[in-house]
């Protein structure tokens, strides 16, 4: 074993070991995360790592609900032309420390301001650090949305809007709007290690960063100067683990609490096993294949089209989430409001698949589908999910090879808008609006951004553009049923599934909810 493993197994069997003094909470994580700075990503299980323990929001979301309620703002009010939303900050709250920072000052205004400022303003000093992508703040349109951030005073801050967003408090609740340290920031860049941002975060939340061990352990601390309830344990473990059979493992061995991910083909015996609890749940999510509609042929709808018959999505349903997803048809999960229930899906049809991949000029085609590199939610085995791609592209003379990056590579890489093949994702929401999912993954803003298919659609995008501005979620729902359809017409997507959230966990866990959109919170979770 390397000194590096060998290193990071001593760190996790010490606080296992320590659990029972200490009160030490261990997760079996899927993942590592791609950073600790929640506004440079997209991914949840960067978001579980970091937004979740670490940091605090405006407004925050009710755990277990898409409810907003006060978070570093004790209120807001959104003018009556919707054009001004004015927050009221919290007054004592407090950032965390750590060896290369000791803030000097509670949370402000100037917290705000340099956190959204960052993001949408090219001259900020931190535009560009850890690479600058800020995929949601763009995917949102938020450079055209916000105009201005105003502070009034200390613990006031405006908001001025170039138009109405229905949604703007609940996207204020997103870990993309995460606040973060100025003061911190400041000491950073002046010191030369702006990047430390995202490596030592420092934030407001129940739990401080202590130590990252990459694709091995995180250790957390209990944040006895929260401001809101305190964590009810004293230290958060994340054990990295990406093998689901791994996991349970360590669950049934008491080395884990709490599980992400459980194989859908073990969550019956899991139901039935001593010692064991099972949580479930109906996802907020889909999983899809997104073509790019930038590269031919793949920029043909009529060759999305004959591709997406070509895929036997219950033969799917069957093999990789053993009957715990169904099939989706629409690029919204069917609990959502808006879905559009009179959608009709492709149908399972090679010879017909066939027949149209001639017609548009199609022959002999040679075609890359991009595996997931862990599990998912939206996705509990990618590249199960490409092997049975490969073999019904087979049957209609397509050639598919199946290739796969490191997680945070993957990402990285599918955004490119010449990205050669089609990749697998998916998405959980993450305010429970349907503008986070048609505009965030399918409007021209998210283009080389959260927009895998590089599908821009005027039409589109008129339409929930226009939505997100109208104040009822009836005039809403008829634009979104109209976009659906263009949706389904256009095919970027292949949509595969939406699937069923379960969560694993030892029997003394204590106050664990499954959070509609799809984040792992600790922060009131305890041991009997």
């Given at each position: 074993m390397s000194l590096k493993k060998l290193m990071a197994t001593g760190l996790l069997l010490g606080a296992l070991g320590a659990s029972a003094q200490a009160q030490s909470l261990v997760y079996c994580s899927e993942g590592s995360p791609e950073g600790f700075d929640p506004a440079l990503y997209t991914a949840g299980t960067t978001f579980d790592a970091s937004s979740h323990p670490l940091y605090n929001r405006l407004a925050e979301f009710k755990v277990g609900t898409t409810e907003t309620i006060p978070g570093l703002a004790e209120s807001w009010e959104v003018s009556e032309d919707g054009l001004t939303v004015?927050?009221?900050?919290?007054?004592?709250?407090?950032?965390h420390s750590n060896a290369n920072f000791t803030p000097t000052r509670d949370f402000n205004a100037?917290?705000?301001?340099?956190?959204?400022?960052?993001?949408?303003?090219?001259?900020?000093?931190?535009?560009?650090?850890?690479?600058?992508t800020w995929e949601y703040y763009g995917g949102m349109s938020m450079p055209d949305l916000i105009k201005s951030i105003e502070k009034t005073d200390d613990y006031t801050v405006v908001f001025h809007l170039t138009r109405p967003e229905a949604p703007i408090i609940a996207n204020m609740a997103m870990d993309f709007a995460s606040i973060l340290s100025k003061e911190y920031a400041d000491a950073?860049?002046?010191?030369?290690?702006?990047?430390?941002?995202?490596?030592?975060?420092?934030?407001?939340?129940p739990f401080s960063f202590q130590a990252y061990q990459k694709d091995a352990v995180i250790r957390y601390l209990r944040n006895d100067a929260y401001w809101g309830d305190k964590a009810k344990v004293e230290s958060l473990i994340f054990a990295i683990t990406p093998d689901a059979s791994v996991r349970y493992q360590k669950v049934q061995a008491g080395e884990c609490h709490v599980m992400a991910y459980p194989n859908p083909a073990d969550v019956a015996a899991m139901k039935e096993a001593e010692g064991v609890v099972v949580m479930e749940q109906e996802g907020l999510n889909v999983g899809y294949l997104a073509y790019n509609t930038q590269v031919a042929p793949y920029d043909n709808a009529d060759v999305r089209k004959a591709l997406n018959m070509a895929i036997d999505k219950q033969a799917i349903i069957d093999v990789v989430f053993q009957g715990s997803g169904e099939i989706a048809k629409n690029p919204i999960p069917p609990t959502m409001w808006s879905y559009d229930e009179s959608t009709v899906d492709d149908s399972y049809d090679p010879e017909a698949a066939k027949a149209a991949l001639e017609a548009a000029g199609v022959k002999d085609l040679n075609m890359k589908i991009w595996a997931m590199p862990v599990q998912r939610p939206y996705n509990p085995n990618a590249r199960r999910m490409a092997e049975l791609m490969q073999a019904d592209f087979a049957k209609v003379g397509v050639t598919v090879e199946i290739v796969s990056y490191e997680w945070g590579e993957y990402l990285?890489?599918?955004?490119?808008?010449?990205?050669?093949?089609?990749?697998?994702?998916?998405?959980?929401?993450?305010?429970?609006?349907?503008d986070n999912f048609l505009a965030v993954l399918l409007g021209c803003d998210g283009v080389t951004k959260s927009n895998r298919a590089?599908?821009?659609?005027?039409e589109f995008d008129a339409l929930i553009q226009k939505a997100k501005v109208l104040p009822t979620q009836e005039e809403r729902s008829k634009l979104y049923k109209e976009a659906q359809a263009i949706f389904k017409d256009q095919a970027p997507w292949a949509t595969i599934a939406?699937?069923?959230?379960?969560?694993?966990?030892?029997?003394?866990?204590?106050?664990?909810?499954?959070?509609?959109?799809?984040?792992?919170?600790?922060?009131?979770v305890g041991l009997k």
């Open positions: 004015t927050f009221k900050l919290r007054q004592g709250v407090k950032f100037d917290d705000v301001i340099f956190s959204f400022d960052r993001q949408g303003n090219a001259e900020n000093p931190y535009n560009k650090v850890s690479g600058g950073m860049m002046a010191a030369g290690t702006p990047e430390m941002l995202n490596q030592a975060p420092i934030g407001t939340g990285e890489r599918s955004k490119a808008k010449d990205r050669d093949g089609a990749v697998l994702l998916g998405w959980t929401g993450d305010n429970g609006d349907p590089q599908w821009c659609n005027e939406h699937s069923v959230v379960y969560m694993t966990m030892r029997p003394e866990v204590d106050g664990y909810v499954v959070h509609p959109l799809g984040g792992h919170i600790f922060n009131q």
